[in-house]
């Protein structure tokens, strides 16, 4: 869409001003400052940027501390969040709570770490909700930003297989795939799990 504009500008003879996307975190200037020259790019690194940078969850680098660390003493707290249900299973699931938004929808963060210092949120759960947000949320943009459209031709594992039909209709005697599959064609909606280890995954190993 960019590209496009650009054109229209170009060939209407316009001078097209590009502002900055203020919903995020990152400049793509500075995303791009973070991947030159980079290897390879691994948003755990970026993350942890992201975290010294902002002061999210890090201690105050006080006397006799060379610099800020994670809160907790490490940076992930992914195996806390991971814990199983009993036998009994997580009970009955309520409605989905539907909300307009307000200033706790656009200042997320400062809000989930306002909950931590309160007492209110354990650290485990607010550090893997930050890392969604200060993390993949600005990684992903900056990757596409700065890396498309070439990485869209990116084939690593030489997969050469076309989509099965099924992914349009749903129609495969796999229970979870199916399940997956029927729930995004009628709500247009699957949770990242659902994408990631069914969908996803199925698709990887056929080689799609």
């Known amino acids: 869409m960019l590209q496009a504009i650009k054109v229209v500008a170009k060939t209407q ?24 020259n980079r290897k390879s790019l691994r948003m755990e690194y970026f993350y942890r940027a992201q975290r010294k940078q902002h002061r999210v969850l890090m201690t105050d680098g006080g006397p006799g501390e060379a610099e800020p660390e994670p809160l907790g003493g490490q940076w992930n707290f992914d195996a806390d969040n991971r814990e199983a249900f009993d036998a009994a299973g997580p009970g009955a699931v309520p409605p989905r709570a539907h909300f307009e938004s307000d200033n706790t929808t656009r200042e997320v963060v400062a809000a989930a770490v ?62 979870c795939l199916r399940d997956a599959l029927t729930q995004t064609l009628a709500h247009g909606y699957a949770n990242h799990i659902q994408r990631l280890m069914v969908t996803g995954l199925y698709a990887l190993m056929l080689g799609v």
């Open 114 to 175: 306002v909950a931590h210092d309160a007492g209110r949120a354990p650290l485990a759960s607010v550090e893997g909700f930050v890392r969604q947000i200060l993390g993949w949320r600005e990684y992903v943009r900056g990757i596409y930003w700065t890396q498309m459209p070439a990485y869209a031709q990116l084939n690593t594992l030489a997969a050469t297989q076309d989509l099965p039909a099924c992914y349009g209709t749903g129609d495969t005697d796999m229970a």
């Open 13 to 36: 003879a316009l001078q097209l001003d590009i502002r900055e996307d203020r919903h995020f975190f990152t400049t793509m200037r500075e995303f791009a400052a973070h991947a030159k």
